[in-house]
């Protein structure tokens, strides 16, 4: 060991060690107020404690969930979208919540996993789609070697929950339940914004991250590359190849898209919005339409004139039975709604028919 004066008027003590991992020379140091002997001493008695540990080999036995997941955000930050990033790290604090911060990865069996999910009264399908982001957060941890087994994820089974069509059932609107909201919806942007959604078909982030050159009324089409991710306030790309499409503009869907945009003058005159570039749905401050005032303002309605409370996502639904009710072949709705094969519209959109 030796001692280093420092320019403050104190002394930092150093002593070299070989770092276990890489074989090479490294230094650790301490400050000391004194250079004296019995200072030095201390200083000795520490760095050689603080060498000892860091020349332990490093194992997983003492690996706590919180190490994994920490290390799980900073690759994830890295290598994944914003809004993924985002879903995830919620999705994590809950499974800190659930299962511990100090828990220790080494410890974790199927039955006490199982056991703290079920505890949390959150229901099956939340557990399930919890578990899915739990699954693989462990198979990264032991791909990146914080884990040394996963074999309990074998046993780990998914809670049980009703059907996929069962589910959905009371999920989207009748036609005769789309007309009576319509006729109550007192906010004349936020009625053709539901109406523009149950005629397109569109996913609500879709539809506000149109662009006025993606409506192209000319050729009927509505060009959908694009989705805005209201979570991180930001534009990103579609949610998958299939996702990019042109959907077809009908004779009503027409007239709403021409009552909207005559909205959107209305608004820019009355706030004064001088921006020259807009979205084709704007805000009162000219930013993107705020996905979560129409949600509130759609879920209100809703629960109030229709019975039920239901999201904007049911306007899909609502918009494929629609389509099915005029008898359009499946596979061109699964086309219009940017699914990845009519497998999924089937299962999703099926039962409704029975109306």
Not at 32 to 43: E, L, M, V, Y
Not at 156 to 177: C, M, N, S, V
Not at 288 to 314: D, I, S
């Amino acid at each position: 060991m030796w001692v280093e004066e420092l320019s403050t008027g104190k002394f930092r003590a150093v002593e070299r060690y070989i770092d276990p991992m890489t074989g090479k020379s490294r230094k650790t140091s301490i400050c000391i107020d004194k250079n004296t002997r019995s200072a030095r001493k201390a200083a000795e008695d520490i760095l050689r404690a603080r060498i000892e540990e860091l020349s332990k080999p490093k194992t997983n036995e003492t690996t706590t969930l919180e190490d994994v997941i920490e290390a799980y955000r900073a690759d994830q930050k890295l290598t994944v979208m914003p809004s993924t990033y985002t879903r995830n790290y919620y999705a994590a604090e809950t499974i800190l919540a659930l299962l511990g911060n100090d828990t220790l990865v080494s410890r974790l069996t199927a039955p006490y996993i199982r056991q703290s999910m079920i505890e949390s009264g959150k229901e099956p399908g939340t557990l399930n789609e919890l578990l899915k982001r739990f699954r693989a957060l462990i198979r990264w941890g032991y791909k990146n070697d914080m884990i040394d087994s996963i074999d309990f994820l074998q046993k780990l089974d998914g809670f049980k929950e009703r059907p996929h069509r069962e589910a959905i059932q009371f999920k989207y609107l009748e036609t005769d339940e789309l007309k009576i909201l319509l006729d109550h919806m007192a906010v004349p942007v936020w009625r053709l914004f539901t109406e523009f959604l149950a005629l397109s078909g569109l996913r609500i982030g879709e539809a506000i991250a149109l662009e006025p050159s993606d409506i192209d009324l000319a050729t009927h089409q509505i060009h959908v590359s694009k989705a805005y991710d209201s979570v991180n306030k930001r534009v990103s790309s579609a949610k998958s190849l299939c996702s990019i499409r042109d959907v077809f503009i009908q004779p009503q869907l027409e007239n709403v898209i021409r009552q909207l945009d005559t909205e959107m003058k209305r608004r820019r005159l009355r706030y004064g919005i001088r921006k020259k570039k807009l979205p084709f749905l704007f805000s009162e401050d000219g930013t993107y339409l705020k996905y979560y005032a129409f949600n509130k303002y759609f879920r209100e309605n809703t629960e109030k004139y229709v019975g039920r409370p239901l999201t904007p996502h049911a306007l899909r639904h609502t918009h494929a039975s629609l389509m099915l009710e005029k008898g359009v072949p499946i596979d061109v709705i699964s086309r219009r709604l940017g699914h990845e094969n009519s497998r999924i519209t089937r299962e999703i959109y099926l039962h409704v028919t029975k109306s």
